[in-house]
């Protein structure tokens, strides 16, 4: 089974060719992506216009070069997978248009993928990891502790009742003067930092639930960046290894809260824990969950972080879960730009969690 997977819900354009191993894994035949960091740098942020834009002058030539690295027409797919949400909904309806173009051309099956469901599974494409897991996601607009129990049945455990982890990273790199996106910018400063020079808060850590607030960290980290201006290299530094130390000790808090909920809910352990989403390209936060995960004897999964941001062979993958179920969709499905995963976030009213 081979499977084209196109995503467009934000900032990265991207388009991919997976292959089912009989092995159950999945191989990526070809993987590009296209980001779109340099239209948005002056604005500090993604401007959906723009995004939505640089999507439809990109996808087509992209999918094209896709098809090219995996050796195959168009016609020699066995499905076409798009991103149908959660998303910008201009770059989201980009993606599913060409999408659907593409399976009613080709006669091919289509899936409209849900991308935090994407991003839950990812793991799945290159590690045995079996259900039910636990996934921590955490990208720039989702932060949630999730129970997987099988492709399209989520559990929420927990979820932040305000910014996103990739958020407060990203807004913490703007108030630094730090370059956007700002994940990769703050881990790059903190490794030459101090995490112990600012004592910043470690919000929820010890409740007993597995959810997470994360702007009263964001103006500790204003009201500390303030007190030391004018900034130094040196502060900024410290700064950004203080804040990573305390994003990573709520981290460690939640999962294990969240492991708890997850046995008192499914009356089992996971079989493993998943981190997914563009925060798991954290280095430091991948190691602190490794040495968490092994003292606690369960098996720990992190997709490469490649696979981690945004992409297309998640898409794919995603797509392939679902084909082989036989769940496929119509051309008439939807752009959606809230998608929650579970009946539970379906009633929530913060659209961050
Ligand atoms: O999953 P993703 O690529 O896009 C969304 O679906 O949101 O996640 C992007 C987020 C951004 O907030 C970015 O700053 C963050 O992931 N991120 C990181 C790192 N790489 C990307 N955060 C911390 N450390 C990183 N190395
Ligand atoms: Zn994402």
Redesign the pocket.
């Known amino acids: 089974m081979r499977v084209l997977g196109i995503e467009t819900?934000?900032d990265?354009t991207a388009a991919a060719v997976v292959r089912l191993r009989p092995d159950g894994r999945g191989e990526i035949l070809a993987d590009e992506v296209m980001s779109q960091i340099a239209a948005h740098a002056a604005f500090g942020g993604v401007v959906p216009e723009i995004a939505a834009r640089a999507h439809v002058e990109i996808l087509d030539s992209l999918i094209g070069r896709a098809l090219a690295h995996a050796g195959l027409a168009a016609e020699a797919l066995d499905g076409v997978a798009a991103a149908a949400g959660p998303?910008l909904i201009g770059g989201v309806l980009v993606g599913l248009m060409a999408g659907k173009g593409l399976a009613l051309a080709t006669g091919k099956p289509f899936v409209a993928v849900n991308?935090l469901e994407a991003?839950a599974l990812t793991a799945r494409l290159g590690d045995a990891v079996a259900f039910p897991y636990l996934v921590l996601l955490a990208?720039?607009?989702?932060t949630q502790i999730l129970a997987v129990k099988g492709v399209g049945d989520y559990d929420r455990l927990g979820a932040t009742i305000d910014d996103?982890?990739?958020?407060a990273?990203?807004k913490t790199a703007k108030l630094l003067g730090l370059s956007y996106?700002?994940?990769?910018a703050?881990?790059a400063a903190a490794r030459d930092g101090d995490p112990a020079r600012f004592a910043l808060p470690r919000p929820l850590i010890g409740k007993p639930n597995a959810d997470f607030s994360l702007s009263g960290l964001k103006t500790a980290v204003r009201v500390a960046a303030a007190a030391a201006a004018p900034l130094k290299p040196r502060d900024v530094a410290d700064l950004c290894a203080s804040f990573q130390a305390a994003i990573v000790d709520v981290v460690e808090d939640r999962v294990r809260m969240g492991l708890k909920l997850f046995r008192d809910r499914l009356g089992l352990a996971p079989r493993a824990v998943v981190i997914a989403?563009?925060?798991a390209?954290?280095?430091a936060?991948r190691g602190a969950l490794a040495r968490f995960c092994a003292e606690a004897g369960l098996p720990m999964a992190a997709p490469p972080?490649k696979l981690?941001?945004?992409n297309g062979a998640m898409i794919a993958w995603a797509g392939i879960e679902r084909l082989r179920l036989g769940l496929t969709d119509r051309l008439d499905a939807p752009a959606r730009p809230r998608w929650p995963l579970d009946p539970k976030g379906a009633r929530a009213l913060n659209n961050k969690a």
């Open positions: 819900t934000c990265e998303g991308h991003h990208s720039g607009g989702h996103a982890i990739g958020e990273f990203d996106p700002g994940g990769p703050v881990e989403g563009g925060v390209a954290n280095a936060l972080p981690c941001t945004d």
